[in-house]
């Protein structure tokens, strides 16, 4: 098991940039093979997959979001973050930043957190 924890402000006003940062525990981000993605689920709906950062730092974004998204890494620090822009309170969601352990499953969660677009 691989502790995840998401962190960044749980308000953001509209139009502006949000900025998420992940912080991983017991393994390199840069392990073979392990992939770290970033899933928000706003209120009342499903899951919906943001996008990847893998070991070797090759990104991918949901087609919808893509104009909007980037995901780097701070492999000194263990980190990955997520930049979404131009925010609206349809952004409005829980953000979770999950391990892919390389069998195409997601194996480790963070606990999640709200993150709310208001003015």
């Known amino acids: 098991q691989v502790p995840l924890q998401e962190s960044g402000p749980g308000l953001v006003k509209p139009s502006q940039s949000l900025s998420l940062t992940c912080t991983v525990s017991g393994a390199s981000i840069a392990t073979n093979y392990y992939s770290w993605h970033w899933i928000r689920q706003p209120p009342g709906k499903g899951l919906e997959w943001m996008g990847v950062?893998?070991?070797?730092?090759?990104?991918a974004y949901s087609p919808s979001l893509k104009s909007r998204t980037s995901i780097w890494r701070d492999t000194a620090r263990n980190q990955f973050t997520l930049q979404l822009s131009s925010v609206t309170p349809e952004d409005t969601a829980v953000y979770y930043c999950?391990?892919?352990?390389?069998?195409?499953?997601?194996?480790?969660w963070g606990q999640g957190t709200q993150v709310t677009v208001s003015s």
């Open positions: 999950v391990r892919e352990g390389g069998g195409g499953e997601y194996d480790d």
């Open positions: 950062i893998d070991y070797n730092g090759a990104t």
